[in-house]
């Protein structure tokens, strides 16, 4: 029997975008996020407060959650992307404003806590493992998803050899970008404010190529049918699937790295993060074993 897995190609569905945004202050990143539909708006510097961004999020039919209800803590992020996910709402877009704070905020905790054992980056590690779970709770989200972050400088070197800055990037996890399909520079020209494309999966949006920042190109260029589209759920492994799951791994004696293999496959935490079909597929790879 053949070992190779490879099926024939297939018309995938096509997905709602999955993005970074980042740029200096002031540009229009966050007026231009809340221009979406529906939009769950995370704001983790209490920044979109002001009375023209709450009614630019209210006219969206969107909510809030700010710094006061824990915007700001890596868990309660993640505990709202894996709610949006499986629980039944109205939403279309999730925003987190800016992925840039807890990202920083994290480190800084670990570096303080750490003191002077912090070497080699080690105050880097709990944001980078936070920031890996948020990502796969984004793979497992059919909403449109918006990463605001602020800027920093990227560095190089130039013909001499010298240290030099070469351009700017997103100031956040350096993995982010490549896990999603679109990277966005933001930048204003006087009263115009533009979008520079800085890394695309997408045909629509060719790597170096800027267009107008408001939401009627964005969604022309992507697609309007499939930004507004209304959000599917996960549905869950039922409380008797992971019973039998873990009844058949015990007897079976599976090893962790094969069960570690399984979770990362679903971009599940854990196996009640299975969905229902995920959940019978292994139960019932697992008793073919048995017989």
């Not at 202050?25 to 809340?34: H, N, Y």
């Not at 080699?120 to 920031?131: N, S, V």
């Not at 989200?141 to 800055?165: C, P, T, Y």
């Not at 069960?259 to 995920?278: G, I, M």
């Amino acid at each position: 029997m053949s070992k190779l897995k490879a099926k024939n190609p297939q018309t995938a569905e096509p997905r709602k975008p999955q993005m970074v945004i980042y740029g200096p202050s002031g540009v229009g990143k966050t007026w231009f996020s809340l221009s979406f539909p529906l939009v769950y708006y995370i704001d983790t510097e209490g920044g979109a407060s002001r009375a023209h961004y709450m009614e630019r999020l209210k006219r969206s039919g969107g909510s809030y959650l700010g710094p006061e209800e824990g915007a700001n803590d890596f868990n309660t992020i993640i505990e709202q992307f894996k709610a949006l996910s499986t629980e039944k709402h109205q939403y279309k877009t999730v925003v987190v404003d800016s992925i840039t704070k807890p990202f920083l905020t994290s480190i800084a905790n670990e570096g303080e806590r750490l003191g002077d054992k912090n070497a080699f980056g080690a105050d880097k590690k709990p944001a980078i493992q936070f920031m890996r779970r948020l990502i796969a709770a984004v793979h497992r989200l059919d909403m449109n998803v918006i990463f605001v972050a602020h800027e920093k400088a990227e560095w190089g070197q130039d013909g001499s050899g010298q240290r030099v800055e070469v351009g700017k990037v997103a100031d956040t996890y350096d993995k982010l970008i490549y896990e999603l399909d679109l990277a966005l520079q933001i930048s204003k020209r006087g009263p115009q404010r533009l979008a520079t494309i800085k890394k695309s999966r997408l045909i629509g949006f060719p790597e170096a190529e800027q267009f107008k920042l408001d939401y009627p190109e964005f969604a022309e260029r992507y697609g309007k049918d499939i930004i507004e589209k209304d959000v599917s759920q996960i549905v869950l492994a039922s409380a008797e699937q992971v019973a039998e799951i873990i009844r058949l791994v015990d007897l079976l004696k599976i090893d962790k790295e094969t069960t570690e293999k399984w979770l990362e496959k679903a971009n599940a935490e854990n196996f009640s993060e299975f969905n229902t079909e995920q959940a019978n597929k292994i139960i019932e790879s697992l008793k073919s074993k048995i017989k």
